[in-house]
C-alpha cells in the first residue's frame, strides 16, 4: 500500500471516528433538550388539569385519549413527578404509537386523583429525523472535504520524495554521472536528499576501488601463475627427474591449474555481482546450445557419453552475450563432471524454458552446490553451481532443479 493512501485511509478513519462521536453527542443533547421541552408541556397540561379539578369541572369532561383522571385511594408520593415512556394504542391507526407520560397524584380537598397527561412523540421523533438529515449531509461533505483536501495537500507536499525514489531507482552504480537530486522549500527533503547523496558517493567511490583491486588482483595473480606453469612444463619435459621428483611437480603444476582456474571463476563472479556486465542484447539461447553442444562434442565422446538434444523451439532473450555463452557451458560441463560411467546428457528446448538433463547418482549434486565454496567431489572447483546461479539471478531466469528417473534435471525458465 502507497504511504499517500495509507495516510489517508488513517485519517479517514479518524475523521469518521471523530463524527461519529461529535454526531452521537449532538443527538444525545438534541434529545435531552426536546425531552425537557415535552416535560415542560406535560407539566403545564397537568397544571390545567388540576385547576379544572379545583374550579369542580366534572371528570367526564376532563377524561380523553391524551388525559385521563381518576379518583384513588392512593395516598402515598402525593405532588411526586412521575415522567415515563410508554406506548398507546390509536384507534384511527389501528396501531401503537410512542407517548411521553406524566404520572402525579393530586389530593383537592379530602379527594385524591390520580392524573396521566400523555403526549406523542411521533412529531418529535419526525423532528429528530428531518434535522439528522440535512446534519449527516453536512457531515458527509465536510468529510469528503477533507480527505481531498489532505490528498491533493499530501501528494504535493511529498512530490520530492517520489521524486527521490525515482531518481534512486534509475540510477546505476557503476554509472560514471553523478547522481542529481531537486532540491525543495522542504528542510527535511534537503536533508535527506544530502545525506542520500554524501553516501552514494561513498558507496561508488568503494565500489570503484573494489572493482580496480579485483581486477589488478586478477591480473597480478595470473603472471606469477603463468610462470609457474611454464617452469613446471619445462621440468617436466625433463629426462634427468626421476619418478620421486616428478610426482610432487605433477603436483604443483596440477594445484597451479587449479589455482588458476579458481582465480577465473572468482573474478568472474566478482564482475557479475558488480554488473560489469550491463551490456545486453537479443540473443537466440537455443543457436547458443547448438553451439556449445557442437564445441564439447569430443568431450563428451571422449568420455563415453551418449547426447541427444531436441532444440526445435527457438528461445530469444535479452541478456549479455558473453554471460549467456557461460552459462550454457557452465550447465554442459557439469553434465559432463556429474555423470555415470557410459552415461547419458539429454538437452531440450520447450516455450520459454531449457532443460538439461544427464545420469547420475542422486547424491551426486544437492542444493549446496548452488552457493560458493561447496564441493560434490575432490576434483570441483569449490565454486558449485554459483556461477550459473549468479547469472540467472542477474536476469530474473527462474532455476529450477530436480532428480527424477535417475537424472539431474536443471530447468532454465526465460
Known amino acids: 500500500m502507497k504511504l499517500l493512501v495509507k495516510t489517508s ?58 388525559q385521563i383522571i381518576k379518583i384513588t385511594k392512593n395516598k402515598e408520593e402525593v ?80 512530490r520530492p520524495f517520489k521524486e527521490t525514489l525515482v531518481t534512486l531507482k534509475n540510477y546505476e552504480l557503476g554509472s560514471t554521472r553523478s547522481i542529481d537530486f531537486s532540491r525543495t522549500n522542504t528542510q527535511e527533503f534537503n536533508q535527506l536528499n544530502s545525506m542520500l547523496n554524501t553516501m552514494i558517493k561513498k558507496i561508488h567511490y568503494d565500489y570503484l576501488n573494489l572493482k580496480e583491486f579485483t581486477e589488478n588482483a586478477a591480473h597480478e595473480i595470473q603472471t606469477p601463475l603463468a610462470i609457474i606453469r611454464n617452469k613446471c612444463e619445462i621440468l617436466l619435459q625433463s629426462e634427468s627427474l626421476t619418478e620421486v621428483e616428478l610426482k610432487p611437480l605433477k603436483s604443483i603444476y596440477n594445484s597451479c591449474l587449479r589455482l588458476s582456474k579458481i582465480n577465473h571463476g572468482l573474478t568472474l563472479l566478482a564482475k557479475i555481482e558488480s554488473g560489469a556486465y550491463d551490456n545486453s542484447e537479443k540473443i537466440d539461447v537455443t543457436e547458443v546450445v547448438r553451439n556449445q553442444v557442437q564445441h564439447y562434442i569430443e568431450v563428451i565422446e571422449l568420455n563415453g557419453f551418449k547426447i541427444t538434444t531436441e532444440l526445435s523451439h527457438p528461445i530469444h532473450f535479452e541478456i549479455n552475450p558473453d554471460l549467456v555463452v557461460i552459462l550454457v557451458s557452465n550447465l554442459i560441463r557439469n553434465a559432463i563432471k556429474h555423470n555415470n560411467t557410459n552415461g547419458i546428457i539429454h538437452i531440450i528446448t520447450m516455450p520459454n524454458c531449457i532443460r538439461f538433463s544427464n545420469s547420475g547418482n542422486q547424491a551426486t549434486i544437492d542444493v549446496n552446490q548452488f552457493k560458493r565454496f561447496n564441493r560434490s567431489n575432490k576434483n570441483s572447483l569449490g565454486l558449485g553451481l554459483s556461477i550459473i546461479n549468479k547469472i540467472c539471478s542477474a536476469y530474473h531466469i527462474r532455476l529450477e532443479y530436480c532428480y527424477e528417473n535417475g537424472l539431474h534435471n536443471f530447468v532454465l525458465y526465460f
Open 79 to 158: 405532588d411526586n413527578l412521575i415522567f415515563s415512556d410508554t406506548i398507546v394504542y390509536d384507534i384511527i391507526d389501528d396501531e401503537f404509537h410512542a407517548y411521553r407520560k406524566l404520572n402525579v397524584i393530586r389530593k383537592i380537598g379530602a379527594v385524591y386523583y390520580d392524573i396521566s397527561i400523555f403526549k406523542s412523540l411521533i412529531e418529535s421523533n419526525l423532528l429528530v429525523v428531518e434535522i439528522l438529515k440535512p446534519m449527516l449531509l453536512v457531515f458527509l461533505g465536510l468529510l469528503s472535504f477533507l480527505l481531498l483536501g489532505n490528498l491533493f495537500i499530501s501528494r504535493g507536499l511529498w
Open 9 to 66: 485511509l488513517y485519517y479517514a478513519l479518524a475523521s469518521l471516528l471523530f463524527f461519529a462521536v461529535a454526531g452521537f453527542i449532538i443527538l444525545i443533547n438534541f434529545n435531552n433538550v426536546i425531552d425537557n421541552d415535552i416535560n415542560d408541556f406535560l407539566v403545564n397540561r397537568e397544571e390545567i388539569a388540576t385547576t379544572q379539578l379545583v374550579n369542580d369541572v366534572p371528570l367526564e369532561a376532563l377524561n380523553n385519549y391524551e
